[in-house]
């Protein structure tokens, strides 16, 4: 944070002024590590107010993606706003003009056009309409796969987009991310966990990203701090008071069975800390050497319809060198018996097979082809092609219209 | 007495790949209910699949199974002679042996592969620490305690393995290193910050440049459980106690974290190797050697000819110096391959030397390690 384009402006010329003051976005969960990095920045732009003739280096957006409609907690976002708003002290914010924004979660499904996508034996993946009525919300559509893991996955992904949405919608070119050092850790073993090896570069490290033709510029300013000296500086400043411990501590009661594998990651490194301190920050250091992998076979660089994340080389191809899918010839007459048996018990089923001539082969990343093998064969339903930034600012007028937070 | 007719299998227990035999067991890998013949034609050919892809052979190799008397090292010389006779790579094998002196432990699990050794027809060579470096694992441990046991052995056990190869005129090691092992390992590196290794470590083959012997792990994508199963469906004769110097400890937590993330996720092995697949590292950038100069102008003129020629030396804390042409080094005293002036068995050994009992008593037994004193255990009885 300490770049040219944050520090504080000069000049008589407002439009010019205008023009050079970068618009920065902060996702708050309402997690110590982004209530105290919001806490920070007040504190800034504050100092750069009370300089003399001097404008503030930057316009603040601070986004809350609520997500009250499907976690059980039934949290009043709005209120915690409210609570939030008043710690921080509501004419300071007033007059260093941050904006709030409440994001509800399930605009990443309105806003688009369901598809269904599945996955063959041979891990070729379509996706095409579904016969039936396609109208899920959020909360159905991640309850289509019973592994929490996945469905964790999936929510980030939701959480994600939903952020990086808001940015082009708001206008803004700098993203803050409020992650810890202890959480960036935890970030680059999980994605490693899930075979997504590939996106810790693009997860870990601070630069420009290009989204829908638009960049930006994502930051982690807290990326040197570890949680516990962020869980320390919350008490001091109470900000513990009003964070949602989301993740804090619920975990330790679960059985292993019962835990997504984030949660696994989280609580090994909380248990490796103590002998081996170093253990976070040199995870940290290691995800942030790493870059793109390179393709192999004049592989073309794709999308993945499911993460929008990038595709380096062919997962299929890939998974069909080590998975044999051919039984052992048959033998006895007994077997062969058996088979007919079976033919006639599937042939009731053949009949509505899943793939359809109209649907079409889909990428899909190795990481995406994981999680769908753990919602069955049936199919998953999801929220597939990116908006363009037209469809975004259209929807985004909607919500605004209807009445949300500024 | 007539034969007691069977009852049919109920569709719904059919096997999941050939849908004709009842599946008896679930395949770690993917959860599939499998019988018992197409759990061993899946497993096979998926090893012979991995073997072509990586040409891993050519015809009339003479190749070294590297042979613990362990469940992997056992199923490896068992599935490549099965493959090598299917599919004619017209193979050589040898089974080659490392006895790190490890009473109680190794001694028997030698016995193990002299049996299988005749099972399978192989030859088989068996080369000793004593031999190579004068000191059984059991006097390391004696004298450097038991937390540095592995990287001890590991080091030695390393060139052991190449220089039994060469002793026999092969060139080729195989391993019994399965995708538990890679994705251990791929967890480790992240861990340890090992840039080094980071890119590699998946290799089913490695082969540095200079070096004689090729190493391969045809068990990169198979499973340990599966592993163990194929040994008992198939009745293998294995050894199957843990070695009894303990792992290291951040090692083991490494481990039990793998095993708690599999509980949940049992593709996450191989989930784990597709990751360390594509973990490519930023190229690093050279120093701009212009700065240097104009940094060093007026404070220190050696200092920016030093950095003109180009001749820095990096030392090492354990006072090795890294050479600039860095494959195809001797170490100086041992005239085996390494990075350094003197290779780290010979640096581990010197320690090692300084630190031995200048007198020994005759007869002594107590260097024999804690296998021993279990088995002494094993034997008692009222």
């Known amino acids: 944070m300490s770049e040219e384009k944050f520090k504080v402006k000069y ?8 023009a050079k003051t970068p618009t920065v976005l902060l996702p708050v969960s309402f997690g110590e590590s982004s209530l105290v990095l919001l806490d920070i920045i007040v504190s800034q732009l504050e100092e750069q107010s009370a300089m003399n003739r001097a404008h503030i280096g930057y316009k603040l957006v601070v986004v809350i993606i609520d997500e009250s409609d499907f976690d059980n907690t039934k949290i009043d976002i709005k209120d915690h706003v409210q609570k939030l708003k008043e710690v921080s002290g509501t004419d300071l914010l007033d007059k260093l003009d941050i904006k709030f924004k409440i994001i509800k979660s399930e605009s990443y499904v309105t806003s688009n056009r369901l598809q269904k996508i599945f996955l063959t034996h041979d891990f070729q993946s379509f996706s095409g309409k579904s016969e039936s ?6 909360k159905t559509i991640l309850l289509q796969t019973s592994d929490k893991s996945t469905r964790e996955d999936l929510l980030n992904i939701v959480r994600k987009e939903t952020i990086l949405r808001t940015a082009i919608a708001e206008n803004c070119s700098v993203i803050l991310f409020g992650h810890s050092m202890s959480k960036l850790a935890d970030d680059v073993l999980s994605l490693a966990v899930k075979g997504r090896g590939s996106e810790i570069s693009d997860n870990l490290t601070d630069g420009i990203i290009e989204y829908e033709r638009s960049n930006l510029h994502i930051l982690h300013p807290l990326r040197d701090i570890l949680f516990s000296e962020i869980k320390e500086y919350s008490k001091l400043c109470g900000l513990s008071e009003i964070s949602l411990n989301i993740s804090e501590g619920t975990t330790v009661k679960k059985s292993i069975k019962n835990k997504t594998i984030n949660e696994l990651i989280k609580d090994y490194f909380r248990s490796v800390e103590v002998e081996y301190p170093e253990v976070i920050s040199t995870v940290v250091k290691i995800g942030s050497k790493m870059a793109h992998p390179p393709t192999q076979d004049d592989f073309q660089i794709k999308n993945c319809i499911l993460c929008s994340n ?15 899918h051919g039984g052992a010839p048959l033998e ?6 058996n088979l007919e048996a079976y033919l006639a018990s599937v042939k009731d089923k053949k009949s509505d097979s ?6 079409e082969v889909v990428p899909l990343c190795y990481g995406c082809i994981v999680n769908l093998g753990t919602t069955g064969q049936s199919g998953f339903i999801w929220p597939t092609k990116r908006p363009s930034k037209q469809e975004i600012l259209d929807e985004y007028v909607l919500t605004d219209d209807e009445g949300d937070e500024d | 007495m007539p034969e007691p007719t069977k009852k049919p299998v109920k569709v719904s227990q059919l096997c999941e790949l050939c849908h004709s035999r009842k599946a008896v067991m679930k395949r770690p890998k993917n959860l ?4 018992k013949q197409c759990f061993f034609h899946v497993f096979e050919t998926e090893i012979h699949l991995t073997i072509q892809k990586e040409q891993l052979f050519y015809k009339g190799e003479r190749v070294a199974i590297g042979a613990s008397g362990g469940k992997d090292s056992t199923v490896l010389a068992s599935i490549l002679k099965t493959l090598n006779e299917r599919y004619n790579y017209g193979l050589e094998l040898v089974l080659l042996s490392i006895d790190e002196g490890i009473v109680g432990y190794r001694d028997d699990s030698l016995a193990t592969v002299k049996r299988n050794q005749k099972q399978y027809e192989m030859p088989l060579e068996i080369v000793s620490y004593r031999d190579l470096y004068n000191w059984t694992m059991d006097e390391i441990v004696a004298c450097s305690g038991i937390k540095s046991s592995c990287t001890y052995c590991g080091v030695l056990r390393r060139q052991a393995l190449d220089r039994g190869a060469l002793k026999l005129g092969i060139h080729h090691v195989v391993t019994g290193h399965n995708a538990d092992d890679m994705a251990e390992t791929v967890l480790m590196n992240l861990l340890r910050g090992d840039t080094a290794r980071l890119e590699n470590s998946v290799n089913v083959t490695t082969k540095s440049s200079g070096s004689p012997i090729k190493r391969s792990k045809p068990f990169k994508y198979t499973y340990q459980k599966e592993i163990v199963l194929y040994a008992h469906y198939k009745k293998l004769d294995y050894f199957s106690t843990e070695c009894t110097y303990a792992p290291e400890a951040f090692r083991g937590t490494a481990r039990v974290l793998l095993k708690n993330l599999e509980s949940i996720r049992p593709s996450c092995i191989l989930d784990i190797i597709h990751s360390g697949e594509h973990f490519k590292l930023k190229e690093r950038k050279k120093r701009d050697l212009a700065k240097n100069r104009k940094a060093g102008k007026g404070r220190n003129t050696a200092t920016s000819a030093a950095a003109n020629s180009n001749k820095e030396v990096e030392v090492r804390p354990d006072g090795s110096v890294s050479l600039h042409s860095r494959d195809g080094n001797r170490c100086e005293r041992c005239g085996y391959l390494s990075m350094n002036r003197v290779c780290k068995a010979c640096i581990l050994i010197e320690g090692l030397e300084l630190s031995r009992a200048k007198v020994a008593i005759e007869g002594d037994t107590s260097v024999n390690g804690a296998a021993k004193l279990t088995k002494t255990l094993e034997q008692l009885s009222f």
């Open chain 1, 332 to 337: 006895l007459e007994e077997e062969k018996a």
């Open chain 2, 32 to 35: 599939q209910k499998l019988c």
């Open chain 1, 11 to 18: 000049g008589k010329n407002l439009e010019d002024i205008k």
């Open chain 1, 354 to 359: 899943l793939i359809h001539e109209a649907d």
């Open chain 1, 133 to 138: 009525d396609l109208d899920l919300d959020l």
């Open chain 1, 310 to 324: 990038s595709i380096y080389n062919d997962p299929k191809h890939w998974l069909e060198q080590i998975t044999v």
